[in-house]
């Protein structure tokens, strides 16, 4: 249903000239608007729980680091929507929640080298061709040396609470590659 919305959208959008560019807009228009939503969502729970900023930054570092990364994707949009949310609530929770203790880093380190170790965990529907692997790999493991030294920094000036928001992105980041890499190694062997 959403899906004809999106395309009766990209009809109006005087470029289109053919099928394939009207459902390249309609994808393009459904993930911003996904986009927008989470991040208003988190903001309103941000707000509520007195870290807006937190829970921006856990957004945006997860979602970047994801993209890259790879893991986990969902069988259908419904259980994509109930995963992403629990995700979600579980990281607006450790930024409200989880106190800031010095282990954190080594914690990000770690969960960082796994993550550049494991990366990309490509999803069953889109495989990646060996450059694709390539530049993700890559990209993966330079996002992930930014947050570790993004990390160091935050405990230099004292933003602990934002240390613990980037935690909560890596960790999940990490723990959504896990049944990827599973899902994949189960589909290799079949």
Known sequence: MTDS???????????????????????GLS???TIVVNYAILAVIGILFGQLIGCMIFLTAFMILRMYAGGYHASTKFTCFVVSYMVELFGVSAICLLPYRPFMILIILLCCVLITILAPVEAVNKPLSVR???????????????????S??????????ILVAV????VEVLL?????VLQ????RTA
């Open 184 to 187: 994949n190694a189960k589909r």
């Open 152 to 161: 160091v920094l935050f405990i230099i000036v004292g933003a602990e609470r």
């Open 31 to 33: 993930k911003l608007t």
């Open 132 to 150: 694709e692997r390539t530049v993700y790999k890559r990209l993966a493991a330079f996002i992930s040396m930014v947050y570790v030294a993004a």
């Open 167 to 170: 935690l909560s992105a890596v």
């Open 176 to 180: 959504l590659m896990v049944p990827g």
């Open 5 to 27: 919305i999106w395309l009766k959208i990209a009809d109006r959008f005087a470029a289109v000239n053919s099928d394939a560019h009207r459902q390249i807009i309609a994808y």
